[in-house]
Protein backbone atom coordinates (compact mmCIF):
# COMPACT_ATOMS: atom_id res chain seq x y z
CA UNK A 1 0.00 0.00 0.00
CA UNK A 2 1.44 3.16 -1.15
CA UNK A 3 2.19 5.72 1.55
CA UNK A 4 0.50 8.89 1.56
CA UNK A 5 2.81 12.22 1.06
CA UNK A 6 3.33 14.35 4.19
CA UNK A 7 1.80 17.41 5.12
CA UNK A 8 3.80 20.42 3.57
CA UNK A 9 4.64 23.79 5.16
CA UNK A 10 2.29 25.43 3.00
CA UNK A 11 -0.42 22.97 3.95
CA UNK A 12 0.06 23.34 7.51
CA UNK A 13 -0.41 27.46 7.40
CA UNK A 14 -3.44 27.34 4.89
CA UNK A 15 -5.15 24.72 6.97
CA UNK A 16 -5.38 28.11 9.79
CA UNK A 17 -7.90 29.53 6.75
CA UNK A 18 -10.08 26.90 7.68
CA UNK A 19 -10.59 27.92 11.17
CA UNK A 20 -13.19 30.91 10.61
CA UNK A 21 -15.34 28.25 8.72
CA UNK A 22 -14.62 26.30 11.76
CA UNK A 23 -15.91 28.54 14.03
CA UNK A 24 -18.98 29.92 11.83
CA UNK A 25 -20.11 25.89 11.63
CA UNK A 26 -19.45 26.36 15.49
CA UNK A 27 -21.71 29.53 15.59
CA UNK A 28 -24.60 27.58 13.30
CA UNK A 29 -24.50 25.18 15.83
CA UNK A 30 -25.91 27.67 19.00
CA UNK A 31 -25.27 31.01 18.55
CA UNK A 32 -26.12 31.60 22.11
CA UNK A 33 -24.05 28.97 23.79
CA UNK A 34 -21.55 29.94 21.43
CA UNK A 35 -21.63 33.42 22.78
CA UNK A 36 -21.84 32.40 26.39
CA UNK A 37 -18.24 30.29 25.66
CA UNK A 38 -16.91 33.19 24.42
CA UNK A 39 -18.01 35.74 27.31
CA UNK A 40 -16.85 33.05 29.87
CA UNK A 41 -13.43 32.30 28.33
CA UNK A 42 -12.90 36.53 28.18
CA UNK A 43 -13.82 36.41 31.71
CA UNK A 44 -11.56 33.64 33.03
CA UNK A 45 -8.54 34.95 31.29
CA UNK A 46 -8.94 38.13 33.16
CA UNK A 47 -9.08 36.29 36.46
CA UNK A 48 -5.47 35.30 37.02
CA UNK A 49 -4.39 39.06 36.58
CA UNK A 50 -6.64 40.44 38.94
CA UNK A 51 -5.64 37.90 41.42
CA UNK A 52 -2.38 38.55 40.98
CA UNK A 53 -2.69 42.32 41.25
CA UNK A 54 -4.96 42.12 44.40
CA UNK A 55 -2.89 39.50 45.90
CA UNK A 56 -0.21 42.27 45.48
CA UNK A 57 -2.25 45.19 47.19
CA UNK A 58 -2.56 43.12 50.12
CA UNK A 59 1.47 42.31 50.85
CA UNK A 60 1.68 45.74 50.61
CA UNK A 61 -1.11 46.92 52.51
CA UNK A 62 0.54 44.27 55.01
CA UNK A 63 4.30 45.54 55.19
CA UNK A 64 2.98 49.19 54.99
CA UNK A 65 0.87 48.43 58.46
CA UNK A 66 3.45 46.03 59.88
CA UNK A 67 5.99 49.38 59.51
CA UNK A 68 3.32 52.51 60.35
CA UNK A 69 1.31 50.16 63.12
CA UNK A 70 -1.77 51.37 62.20
CA UNK A 71 -5.22 50.47 63.79
CA UNK A 72 -7.24 50.64 61.19
CA UNK A 73 -7.07 47.52 58.63
CA UNK A 74 -10.57 47.63 56.99
CA UNK A 75 -8.93 48.20 53.70
CA UNK A 76 -6.85 45.11 53.89
CA UNK A 77 -9.82 43.23 55.10
CA UNK A 78 -11.53 44.96 51.57
CA UNK A 79 -9.05 43.36 49.68
CA UNK A 80 -8.80 40.26 51.36
CA UNK A 81 -12.50 39.74 50.98
CA UNK A 82 -12.25 40.87 46.94
CA UNK A 83 -9.35 38.47 46.45
CA UNK A 84 -11.78 35.59 47.98
CA UNK A 85 -14.57 36.54 45.49
CA UNK A 86 -12.24 36.29 42.93
CA UNK A 87 -11.09 32.92 43.78
CA UNK A 88 -15.18 32.20 44.12
CA UNK A 89 -15.53 33.43 41.28
CA UNK A 90 -13.02 31.95 38.84
CA UNK A 91 -13.85 28.27 40.16
CA UNK A 92 -17.50 29.21 39.02
CA UNK A 93 -16.49 30.48 35.69
CA UNK A 94 -14.58 27.41 34.95
CA UNK A 95 -17.08 24.98 36.42
CA UNK A 96 -19.36 27.07 33.50
CA UNK A 97 -17.23 27.04 30.89
CA UNK A 98 -16.92 23.54 31.46
CA UNK A 99 -20.76 23.24 31.13
CA UNK A 100 -20.50 25.05 27.73
CA UNK A 101 -18.12 23.21 26.77
CA UNK A 102 -19.95 19.60 27.01
CA UNK A 103 -23.29 21.03 25.29
CA UNK A 104 -21.47 22.77 22.76
CA UNK A 105 -19.46 20.41 21.81
CA UNK A 106 -21.88 17.29 21.76
CA UNK A 107 -24.39 19.22 19.47
CA UNK A 108 -21.73 20.59 17.35
CA UNK A 109 -20.51 17.01 16.78
CA UNK A 110 -24.05 15.76 16.32
CA UNK A 111 -24.59 19.12 13.73
CA UNK A 112 -21.49 18.20 11.81
CA UNK A 113 -22.64 14.09 11.87
CA UNK A 114 -25.53 14.93 10.31
CA UNK A 115 -23.81 17.07 7.75
CA UNK A 116 -21.80 14.04 6.35
CA UNK A 117 -25.04 11.86 6.68
CA UNK A 118 -26.41 14.37 4.61
CA UNK A 119 -23.47 15.04 1.88
CA UNK A 120 -22.97 11.10 1.63
CA UNK A 121 -26.77 10.55 0.28
CA UNK A 122 -26.39 12.42 -2.36
CA UNK A 123 -22.75 11.01 -3.72
CA UNK A 124 -23.04 8.75 -6.55
CA UNK A 125 -21.52 4.93 -5.27
CA UNK A 126 -18.84 4.84 -7.47
CA UNK A 127 -17.37 7.55 -5.17
CA UNK A 128 -17.64 5.12 -2.19
CA UNK A 129 -14.90 3.14 -4.44
CA UNK A 130 -12.69 5.29 -4.86
CA UNK A 131 -10.29 4.53 -2.49
CA UNK A 132 -8.77 8.13 -1.70
CA UNK A 133 -12.29 9.78 -1.23
CA UNK A 134 -13.37 7.16 0.99
CA UNK A 135 -9.32 7.61 3.18
CA UNK A 136 -11.48 11.37 3.47
CA UNK A 137 -14.44 10.31 4.17
CA UNK A 138 -13.23 7.91 6.72
CA UNK A 139 -11.11 11.13 8.39
CA UNK A 140 -14.18 13.13 8.23
CA UNK A 141 -16.04 10.25 10.45
CA UNK A 142 -13.33 10.09 12.86
CA UNK A 143 -12.61 13.34 12.95
CA UNK A 144 -16.83 14.70 13.84
CA UNK A 145 -16.37 11.46 16.65
CA UNK A 146 -13.38 14.25 18.37
CA UNK A 147 -14.97 17.27 17.99
CA UNK A 148 -16.06 17.67 21.34
CA UNK A 149 -12.63 17.43 22.16
CA UNK A 150 -11.58 19.24 19.08
CA UNK A 151 -13.45 22.45 19.96
CA UNK A 152 -12.66 22.49 23.71
CA UNK A 153 -9.38 22.53 22.73
CA UNK A 154 -9.44 25.60 19.63
CA UNK A 155 -10.78 27.35 22.46
CA UNK A 156 -8.79 26.45 25.33
CA UNK A 157 -5.91 27.70 23.09
CA UNK A 158 -7.83 31.18 21.86
CA UNK A 159 -8.20 31.44 25.82
CA UNK A 160 -4.47 30.73 26.91
CA UNK A 161 -3.63 33.73 23.83
CA UNK A 162 -6.13 36.33 25.36
CA UNK A 163 -4.72 35.16 29.29
CA UNK A 164 -1.01 35.71 27.26
CA UNK A 165 -2.26 39.29 26.16
CA UNK A 166 -3.37 39.93 29.68
CA UNK A 167 -0.62 39.18 31.27
CA UNK A 168 1.92 41.40 29.23
CA UNK A 169 -0.19 44.03 29.77
CA UNK A 170 0.66 43.65 33.36
CA UNK A 171 4.18 43.19 32.73
CA UNK A 172 4.33 46.18 30.34
CA UNK A 173 2.51 48.27 33.43
CA UNK A 174 5.49 47.59 35.71
CA UNK A 175 8.90 47.08 33.29
CA UNK A 176 8.58 46.70 29.33
CA UNK A 177 11.46 44.43 29.41
CA UNK A 178 9.66 42.33 31.67
CA UNK A 179 7.88 40.80 28.34
CA UNK A 180 10.94 39.18 27.40
CA UNK A 181 10.00 36.84 30.56
CA UNK A 182 6.74 35.98 28.96
CA UNK A 183 9.18 34.85 25.67
CA UNK A 184 11.05 33.18 26.50
CA UNK A 185 9.12 31.00 28.68
CA UNK A 186 6.18 30.29 26.25
CA UNK A 187 7.45 30.49 22.77
CA UNK A 188 9.84 27.27 22.63
CA UNK A 189 7.50 25.33 24.34
CA UNK A 190 4.27 26.36 21.97
CA UNK A 191 6.03 26.35 18.90
CA UNK A 192 7.46 22.36 20.11
CA UNK A 193 3.89 21.48 20.65
CA UNK A 194 2.71 22.92 17.66
CA UNK A 195 5.82 20.84 15.43
CA UNK A 196 4.57 17.62 17.52
CA UNK A 197 0.79 18.05 16.71
CA UNK A 198 1.85 18.72 13.13
CA UNK A 199 3.93 15.71 13.32
CA UNK A 200 1.18 13.38 14.89
CA UNK A 201 -1.61 14.93 12.08
CA UNK A 202 0.89 13.61 9.55
CA UNK A 203 1.17 10.39 11.34
CA UNK A 204 -2.78 9.87 11.68
CA UNK A 205 -3.56 11.11 7.50
CA UNK A 206 -1.03 8.81 6.59
CA UNK A 207 -2.50 5.90 8.79
CA UNK A 208 -6.18 6.54 7.79
CA UNK A 209 -5.80 3.48 4.92
CA UNK A 210 -4.22 1.03 7.41
CA UNK A 211 -6.90 2.29 10.25
CA UNK A 212 -9.71 1.10 8.14
CA UNK A 213 -7.92 -2.06 7.42
CA UNK A 214 -6.99 -2.32 11.05
CA UNK A 215 -10.79 -2.07 12.32
CA UNK A 216 -11.83 -4.09 9.38
CA UNK A 217 -9.33 -6.87 10.37
CA UNK A 218 -10.97 -6.42 14.09
CA UNK A 219 -13.95 -6.58 13.42
CA UNK A 220 -14.04 -10.03 11.28
CA UNK A 221 -11.36 -11.84 13.52
CA UNK A 222 -13.78 -11.69 16.49
CA UNK A 223 -17.28 -11.30 15.15
CA UNK A 224 -20.68 -14.33 15.37
CA UNK A 225 -21.20 -12.77 11.31
CA UNK A 226 -17.52 -14.30 10.02
CA UNK A 227 -16.88 -16.55 12.64
CA UNK A 228 -18.20 -19.43 10.45
CA UNK A 229 -16.04 -18.45 7.26
CA UNK A 230 -12.94 -17.88 9.31
CA UNK A 231 -12.96 -21.44 11.11
CA UNK A 232 -13.88 -22.60 7.24
CA UNK A 233 -10.95 -21.04 5.59
CA UNK A 234 -9.03 -21.20 8.67
CA UNK A 235 -8.31 -17.47 8.47
CA UNK A 236 -7.21 -16.93 12.59
CA UNK A 237 -3.89 -16.99 11.71
CA UNK A 238 -3.61 -14.93 8.93
CA UNK A 239 -6.12 -12.25 10.48
CA UNK A 240 -4.15 -12.22 14.01
CA UNK A 241 -0.72 -11.89 12.41
CA UNK A 242 -1.82 -9.01 10.01
CA UNK A 243 -3.39 -7.72 13.01
CA UNK A 244 -0.83 -7.64 14.85
CA UNK A 245 1.95 -6.28 11.81
CA UNK A 246 0.06 -2.98 11.57
CA UNK A 247 -0.95 -2.67 15.30
CA UNK A 248 3.13 -3.24 15.94
CA UNK A 249 3.76 -0.73 13.25
CA UNK A 250 1.31 2.47 14.52
CA UNK A 251 3.01 1.63 18.18
CA UNK A 252 6.66 1.72 16.98
CA UNK A 253 5.12 5.02 14.74
CA UNK A 254 3.59 6.69 17.93
CA UNK A 255 6.49 6.02 20.47
CA UNK A 256 9.14 7.17 18.09
CA UNK A 257 7.26 11.10 18.19
CA UNK A 258 6.06 10.41 21.47
CA UNK A 259 9.77 9.86 22.50
CA UNK A 260 10.95 12.90 20.64
CA UNK A 261 8.16 14.65 22.12
CA UNK A 262 8.97 13.75 25.29
CA UNK A 263 12.77 14.67 25.31
CA UNK A 264 12.23 18.07 23.13
CA UNK A 265 9.46 18.96 25.76
CA UNK A 266 12.11 18.74 28.38
CA UNK A 267 14.75 21.11 26.98
CA UNK A 268 12.26 23.56 25.94
CA UNK A 269 10.67 23.45 29.88
CA UNK A 270 14.63 24.03 30.57
CA UNK A 271 14.73 26.81 28.55
CA UNK A 272 11.94 28.04 29.79
CA UNK A 273 13.14 27.91 32.98
CA UNK A 274 15.96 29.49 32.58
CA UNK A 275 14.40 32.81 30.86
CA UNK A 276 12.20 32.99 34.17
CA UNK A 277 15.17 33.01 36.24
CA UNK A 278 17.06 35.03 34.55
CA UNK A 279 14.14 37.88 34.82
CA UNK A 280 13.44 36.67 38.44
CA UNK A 281 16.85 37.45 39.66
CA UNK A 282 16.56 40.88 37.83
CA UNK A 283 13.07 41.66 39.33
CA UNK A 284 14.89 40.04 43.19
CA UNK A 285 18.20 43.10 42.74
CA UNK A 286 15.19 45.79 41.76
CA UNK A 287 13.61 45.15 44.92
CA UNK A 288 16.73 44.79 47.39
CA UNK A 289 17.15 48.00 45.31
CA UNK A 290 14.22 49.62 46.60
CA UNK A 291 12.47 50.08 42.88
CA UNK A 292 9.98 47.23 43.48
CA UNK A 293 8.09 46.67 46.49
CA UNK A 294 7.40 43.40 48.13
CA UNK A 295 3.95 43.51 45.94
CA UNK A 296 5.50 43.86 43.23
CA UNK A 297 8.08 41.34 43.77
CA UNK A 298 5.42 38.85 44.50
CA UNK A 299 3.46 40.26 41.48
CA UNK A 300 5.77 39.11 38.69
CA UNK A 301 7.26 36.07 40.22
CA UNK A 302 3.97 34.64 40.30
CA UNK A 303 3.82 34.92 36.18
CA UNK A 304 5.50 31.65 35.63
CA UNK A 305 2.24 29.44 37.28
CA UNK A 306 0.46 30.68 34.32
CA UNK A 307 2.63 29.99 31.25
Do not use: C
Request: aromatic share 14%.
Amino acid sequence: MKPMPEVSMNERFSALSNLPRFFKLVWKTSPALTFSNAILRIARSAIPVAILYVGKLIIDQVVHLSQTHESNHSYLWKLVVIEFLLAILSDALSRATTLVDSLLGDLFSNYTSIQIMEHAAILDLDQFEDSTFYDKLERARQQTIGRTVLLSQVLSQLQDLITMGFLAAGLIVFNPWLIVLLFIAVIPAFLGESYFNDKNYSLSRRQTPERRELDYLRYIGASDETAKEVKIFDLSDFLSGRFRFLSNKFYRENKRISVKRSVWGSIFSILGSLGYYAAYFFIIAKTIAGNLTIGDLTFLASFRVFP
